[in-house]
């Protein structure tokens, strides 16, 4: 298996992983306070990933964590976290989930920008056509502009930079000590947003602690498949294979929570997918030129 191959198939399994993951973040937190829901989120994945490194023989964290490029991931981790944990807890699923679809057109970006790959203007044209599928969902217009939208964009830009951070880590940190990062920040983030929680924190029912190690569980397997798919092949080859969690994030939106997306919504997510297959087509053709 090729690491493009093995890349992208661990990116599909991630994406699928994530949009259970938010529709599973989506219903706890409309009964549990969003923040707090957060908050038991990662702590419950921490204790996951701890479990994972120790019974590797690994230790869950190292010095390696205070690197620079592994604090900047970190906080950017952080932001990414923060916004897009809101995004899910005030706006609909299906909008959420089609704005973060832009994720790979910034990685992309990155890709060619921090790590030299080349990208020709074809796909640099199928990433601004992929940036005029998300103003058509955001509707930056006065009249139809929700300002809640900002959450999922900034939560957009966040998760990229993680991703090419992650591209960036040191080897010797491994994909189980890189997610036990990942869910203390998750921690953190917890933390700060039960500041705004209007409801303050409870004790979850039982049916709802349920669905929390659930939660978890679908975000450590989702974060590990994701780590994995970032360090194999190259960045813009793997990268669009995000658009698979559209597909299921739409469906899940539709049976679960009874969504309906707009005309907009769908033209938006439809012009995002088309441009990411396109990269994806592109980056195969030009990779077959090399060989």
Known sequence: MSPNVKGSLFMVLAMLGFAVEDAL???VSSSLPPGFTTLLFGITGSIL??????????????????????????????????????????????STSAILQAAP????????????????PRRWT???VGFAGVLLIIKPTPDAFEPASIFAL??????AGR??????APPSVSGRQLGMLGFLVIILAGLIFMSFDA?????????????????????VSAY????????SGEVSVVAPFRYSRLLVALGLAYVFFGERPDLWTLAGGLLIVVSGSYTLIRSGRVAAKRQ
């Open 224 to 231: 590990t498949a994701l780590t994995v798919a970032m360090r």
């Open 163 to 168: 991703d090419l951070a992650t591209r960036m």
């Open 25 to 27: 973040f989506k219903s």
């Open 199 to 219: 409801a303050p924190p409870r004790l979850p029912q039982p049916d709802e602690a349920l669905s929390v190690l659930l939660l978890a569980l679908v975000g």
């Open 126 to 128: 199928a990433m601004a």
């Open 154 to 159: 900034l939560g957009m830009i966040g998760f």
């Open 105 to 120: 057109l910034v990685v992309t970006f990155g890709a060619a920008l921090l790590l030299g790959e080349k990208v020709g």
């Open 49 to 94: 990933f701890a479990g994972l490194c120790l019974a590797r023989g690994e230790a869950p964290l190292t010095r390696d964590a205070l690197r620079p490029r592994l604090l900047i991931r970190s906080v950017i981790e952080l932001v990414g976290r923060l916004f897009f944990a809101l995004a899910l807890a005030f706006t609909p699923l299906s």
